[in-house]
């Protein structure tokens, strides 16, 4: 047996999410399918960096599974790719060590979200960027953002229903950009809650509208109540963007010498 | 009655094509489905500056239809939007001359498609670029690529089975760009016969991946027979970039004073 990481990029738009659900279309089903064909239908279960919602896309997940057949990376790559429907594409694999774990061990995450503004939406940006009517004021979403940088307890933006206890994560980097005739807002940290980046957008898009100032996302911070933030932006405007471990798993090694 | 001219955008990919068939979803059928709901049912036939086939996009289609409702342009955008499917968008309303005509009167076009090279397919782009492993020979592109300037006989680079006589057309302009990760093609011209740029990029695929010479383009061409032309290049790439008027029906008039 050998352990294997996979670099995966989907299109979240026809998924209802990356985890298995009965009688749903999921990221892992359809990869876990491809992995089953490829070993003449032993089943192969996946473990992935942590779960994407319905409609969200993923530039580089991160998974990792076990196998006993021994293939070339570029072989890998080409049997699950033929296995994969058109929106889940594999584009790196490589063999890890055997306590490599996709889940437990990522030291960051990266997540981005677009914003269309016009007064009619990107026909092909569609399911890739939430479309707003309104113009916004970058600064004051740039002002507003500076205050999530730092250990924070992030209550205030965590959906209502999650299970987990510990909410305190590091958000180490934010930027709100204008890129390629949209709004790139690019949020970097150890950890993120359920709905986080999502009601994180959304709370800073009532700053751009001017609903709220800046200097509120301090007091919704601090309040850690769910209720004061503001709405959850829609899941399509959403990627994740990279996931960080200790060790680069997909970094190429060194040919000594 | 007044005649209005509307500028679509649209995603291909769904669609039968633009224009009408029986059964099939089709471009024109869902505008004039829209047109037909904002005038209480009443049939309000559209006509665009060409037809585009299944899976082929439109960043700006120009159609244009006669009206006994009075609205102003926004409103017109509106009530537009609102009926039309989330693949369809129209981008801008302009009230003409009753004599304006978009398919008669179009002085050019252009067309764009857009290749990417890569292992694996960029899964955002695999309905709007078309994924090539092999690398190109960019710059025997771009010399084969000037032999379609100016005035010819294209049958060559027409589909067989097409009724039009007269094949001679002119190209104005033909670039061969690198452009954010893709291959991009532009080409103008005042008018193209049926599947003409996608046979164009496809032989000109053939001679970037070292098939033909850049020099037997112009043999081709000379040929006047489509058999000795490439393959006709898959329709995802392809989009209706751009269609030219005399008079842009679509420039804000100036106001007097």
Redo the contacts between chains.
């Keep these: 047996m050998a352990r294997y990481a996979c670099k995966l990029?989907?299109?979240g738009t026809e998924f209802s999410g990356y985890q298995v659900q009965p009688e749903k279309r999921t990221v892992q089903a359809v990869v876990e399918q491809a992995l089953g064909k490829i070993h003449k239908g032993q089943p192969v279960p996946v473990t992935a960096s942590g779960r994407t919602d319905a409609g969200v896309?993923a530039k580089a997940q991160v998974i990792h599974f076990d196998s006993n057949l021994q293939m070339e990376q570029q072989n890998w790559?080409q049997a699950l790719?033929v296995h994969l429907p058109?929106?889940?594409?594999?584009?790196q694999v490589s063999k890890v060590d055997d306590d490599f774990h996709a889940r437990f061990q990522p030291i960051g995450k990266e997540y981005r979200y677009y914003i269309h503004h016009g007064?009619?939406?990107?026909?092909?940006r569609?399911n890739?960027a939430l479309h707003s009517k309104q113009p916004l004021d970058v600064p004051a979403m740039q002002t507003a953002a500076q205050y999530l940088l730092g250990t924070h307890d992030f209550s205030a933006f965590c959906a209502a229903n999650t299970a987990v206890v510990d909410k305190v994560r590091t958000i180490t980097n934010v930027s709100i950009q204008p890129n390629d005739g949209e709004l790139e807002f690019s949020i970097r940290g150890n950890g993120f809650l359920y709905n986080m980046v999502r009601i994180i957008v959304g709370t800073l898009i009532e700053v751009g509208t001017g609903k709220r100032t800046a200097k509120e996302m301090e007091t919704i911070l601090a309040s850690q109540d769910r209720t004061q933030a503001g709405k959850t932006a829609a899941a399509q405007g959403l990627f994740l963007w990279h996931v960080d471990y200790e060790t680069d798993p997909f970094k190429k090694e060194e040919t000594p010498g």
Excluded: M
């Design positions: 990029a989907y299109d896309h790559l790719n058109s929106d889940v594409v594999v584009e007064d009619v939406p990107n026909v092909f569609r890739h």
